[in-house]
């Protein structure tokens, strides 16, 4: 079994890959939820959504965000009434959140829920929210505190970062099944998110980041920075506020106490050097995957250096 920790973005398109080359009960995901919030009665989970819509083969590949082909009459009538809506939510895509808050509302917790969506969705691989208690991210900037959000979709991450805060982590215990999947996992990936605001709150659950440096050897990472750049959104702005350099070698930095491999891109051979140094090996690989090809190469590459194959 392949457990696999997952953002919104990076990490869905490799799971669009290994989804063809595994069996779904050998694949188990453990997805953020720093970002989650409620908006006009519903819950929205950003990561979890798209990992579900994903595996569904429904996900917009265009933003990695909502249902391929959704009409939006809804929020159009909501922002009418006066509703802020903040988030543009198709209709199709509103319809399975406002399923999931009837599921809240019947008692379930976010993994039940996520479980049964999953089922009704015909999604047989194992989805997992990184913890049924909430943890916020928040981005500490020169301009202020603000959600992740706020800093990235409404500031287009402008803001000079002074620092990230999860909050709520501190008491917060991961999902049911996450460490006993983290455990019986024969290789632990963690796939080409942002690492601080995507892979960064779910390590800051103690226990699942205990369990993954007790099990350093069998973690593999693929980075989401080619070159100095992340290859979308905010990553990069968010290690250089953090200190960390932006480059493979800095992602290394990020995770040297927990994985035991890095997948680097292949035009990045000459870090190998500094990657090793922290005590990681360094393998090479294409690791932009503008389209199904190249997700499908890459998720074979992953698993050949897990031996699933
Ligand atoms: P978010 O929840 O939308 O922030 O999504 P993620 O954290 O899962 O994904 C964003 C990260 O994915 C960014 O840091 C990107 O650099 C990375 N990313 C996006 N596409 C690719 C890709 O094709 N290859 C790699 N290696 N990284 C990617």
Redesign the pocket.
Known sequence: MLAVL????????LLQGLSRLLEPKELSIVV?TGEDFGMSGIYIS??IDTVVYTLAGIVNEET?YGIRGDTFFCHEMLKRLGEEELLMIGDRDRAIKIHRALLFNQGKTLSEATKLLCRKLGIEANVMPMSDDRVTTYINTEAGVMTFHEFWVVRGAADKVLDVAFKGAEGAEPAPGVIEALEAADAILIG???PV??IGPILSIKEIRATLSRHRGKVLA?????GDR????P?GALMQGLGYEVSSVGVAQLYRDFVGTLVLDNTDNHFAPAVEELNIKAVFAN????DHINRVALARTILELAKFK
């Not at 997952?6 to 398109?13: M, V």
């Not at 690791?287 to 503008?290: A, F, N, V």
């Open positions: 997952s953002g919104g973005t990076g990490t869905p398109k953020n950003p990561d990695w080409p998110s942002n605001t995507s693929v980075s989401p920075i080619i992340a290859v979308s959104g990553a690791i932009l995957m503008p």
